[in-house]
């Protein structure tokens, strides 16, 4: 099968079974890879309302159709469960090389489902697959693993879990390559809940691709476009300083931030603070540059921080979101400890976003004498407060004292202590990364509706922007703006590309360029069908375990600013239920967020869940 290695591996590790599985080319098809592809495997082996942490519940670690092979941007993977946070679907994609490699090992994707007795990892060579006895690295960094194992295999990718993970934080990330992270919703606790340390990959198994002379003509075509498109300023903005090149212009818009939401870039944070921390003021420590598989952009890089405090030699370069957590939202202006905290989550296997968000939540509690010093284990952790916020970081990571209820996120936090929940800025109970929603209105919907809550590149990603005057909406039309972000959006993630991708591609491009791998060929209306059945099938998980409209929600400061009282989101109120009602229209859902049956029956693929529903 083109573009495929046509088979699925499946690991129980209650009982050591392992079992191969061919990979159904019409499922492939209608399904594409990636989150999607997870979604309809998980909801046909899973059962439903399955305890996050039990035998029964499953996790993936699922390929795209582009991985592996040359075509521009294929580099990201995406590992799938179900979310400790809120009960719900999670995915969450990561790029570096580890996608790549499980593909060329032989599979297009590995389920795992069972509990180990003792701490275990996945070896697959070639198709041979092995399970091995891992407690030599349980409660290794990632840094520390990655190398041991590489000692044992030679040359390998590895997809891990730090002791955040072992831990059974709800901030657990997937870790590869080092620095690459699947960091949102949970699933490194899932892993680490079945005593899964790793999966480890090596092989050299050749992808065949339909038609390589159009994938050649579709990367040049891309290439070109890079260089001469109106987006290719901000293309080469991401080559040379990464995603952290907007960090500054964010926090001055009022897009990143501030205070845990509660303040204005150019009152709380100026230009003076944001730009000594923003990767370009940070440019100067930068030794090299770092591309993921098969990218022609490579927004990452390596910096020599100095630093009398802690060692920062060869440190990876914060993202922008990183920048935000750690920085802004706390009104925290040292990159040191910002550099620091983030090497901290990447060792430990943490979610960057939602430790800083609740960070941030707690330096609120603390300022208004809803949360003691006693309470924070003798911290003073106030805004600003670099060595304090190091210090939470890293009780957070190591699952230390307070850092053992934060490490469960603010929402969870906030339960445990019985109060502080008027200060959350969470969707569905996970913290919300930095593109203010109340900035970017249609984000407001995204952040709530999508099958993953509170996710940035999900969904229209901000559509409704073109529907502003001033800070007056007119919401005419935002549903079916929104239904073409998601159809977007949704392909790029199940094809295995990086969202960067659409800086200088079209849809159609995109389609041409997986067509071109596979030899799948798809009309206008198919295409439009294969995005809303991607993003259906996601949801379809949601349902089976009980949830409704009812059931996602989002914090008053993700679409209703009292605070803060000057500055560019000042005085902002976002109708996100009137976005939601008019993207459900556009799709075919009830005011529910219900699947209509004749909905499901024109996309196809959903005999199951129609039974289910209906």
């Keep these: 099968m083109n573009g495929y290695m046509g088979k699925m591996l499946f690991v129980n590790l209650s009982n050591n079974k392992i079992e191969v599985r061919s990979l159904d080319e019409d499922v492939a098809k209608k399904f594409i890879g990636g989150p999607a592809l997870g979604a309809k495997v998980l909801y046909d082996e899973m059962p439903a309302n399955a305890d996050v942490f039990s035998e029964e519940s499953m996790v993936g670690f699922v390929t795209g159709p582009l991985n592996g092979t040359k075509a521009f941007y294929g580099g990201r993977y995406t590992v799938v469960s179900k979310s400790p946070v809120n009960g719900g679907w999670n995915d969450a994609n990561s790029g570096g090389f580890f996608g790549p490699n499980l593909k060329r090992s032989g599979f297009d994707a590995v389920f795992v489902n069972g509990i180990s007795p003792k701490p275990v990892y996945i070896f697959i060579d070639n198709g041979n697959v092995e399970i091995r006895d891992a407690s030599m690295v349980w409660g290794l960094t990632t840094t520390e693993t990655e ?331 935002t549903g079916n703006e929104d239904m073409q972000g998601v159809i977007k959006t949704e392909i790029v993630n199940a094809s295995g590309a990086c969202f960067f991708i659409t800086l200088s591609t079209s849809l159609d491009t995109l389609v041409k360029m997986i067509s071109s791998v596979t030899g799948f060929n798809y009309s206008p209306e198919e295409v439009k069908d294969l995005g809303l059945r991607l993003f259906n099938m996601r949801h379809a998980f949601n349902l089976r375990e009980g949830k409704r409209r009812k059931d996602f929600t989002l914090s008053k400061r993700m679409y209703e600013s009292g605070p803060p009282s000057s500055g560019p989101i000042s005085n902002i109120k976002v109708d996100h239920e009137l976005l939601a009602d008019n993207f459900f229209n556009a799709i075919g859902w009830d005011m529910n967020a219900v699947p209509l049956k004749e909905s499901l029956e024109k996309l196809g693929g959903f005999e199951k869940v129609i039974s289910d529903l209906y």
């Design 147 to 477: 190398n041991a194992l590489q000692a044992i295999h030679g040359k390998i990718s590895v997809a891990l879990i730090g002791p955040s993970g072992e831990n059974l934080s709800n901030f657990a990330a997937v870790m590869n390559d080092g620095h690459r992270a699947a960091g949102r919703g949970g699933t490194g606790a899932v892993i680490g809940s079945k005593k899964l340390k790793a999966l480890v990959v090596k092989g050299n198994e050749k992808i065949s691709i339909a038609d390589e002379k159009m994938l050649n003509l579709v990367n040049k075509e891309i290439k070109t476009n890079m260089e001469s498109l109106p987006a290719a300023q901000m293309v080469g903005a991401f080559k040379a300083y990464g995603t952290g090149v907007t960090y500054n212009s964010s926090v001055l818009t009022g897009d990143a931030g501030i205070k845990n939401w509660s303040g204005a870039g150019i009152v709380d944070y100026p230009e003076a603070i944001a730009f000594p921390v923003s990767s370009v003021g940070i440019d100067k420590y930068k030794t090299k540059s770092y591309h993921c598989s098969a990218c022609p952009l490579g927004c990452g890089a390596f910096l020599d921080m100095p630093s009398e405090k802690w060692n920062l030699k060869n440190t990876p370069r914060p993202e922008y979101e990183t920048m935000g957590a750690f920085g802004s939202n706390l009104l925290n202006g040292d990159i040191e400890s910002i550099c620091r905290a983030n090497e901290l989550c990447n060792e430990y296997g943490t979610d960057t976003i939602s430790t800083g968000g609740t960070i941030s939540w707690a330096i609120e509690c603390f300022e208004n004498k809803v949360l003691s010093q006693e309470e924070l284990d003798g911290i003073e952790l106030t805004w600003g407060n670099a060595d304090a916020i190091v210090a939470m970081t890293e009780k957070i990571c190591k699952n230390e004292g307070v850092g053992k209820i934060l490490a469960k996120g603010s929402k969870a936090a906030a339960d445990i202590f019985k109060k502080g929940h008027e200060y959350l800025v969470v969707a569905s109970g996970i913290e919300e990364p930095h593109h203010d929603s109340r900035f970017s209105y249609g984000l407001s919907r995204t952040y709530q509706y999508d099958p993953t809550p509170g996710r940035h590149v999900k969904g229209g990603l901000g559509i409704g922007k073109s529907h502003v005057t001033g800070h007056n909406i007119d919401y005419t039309g």
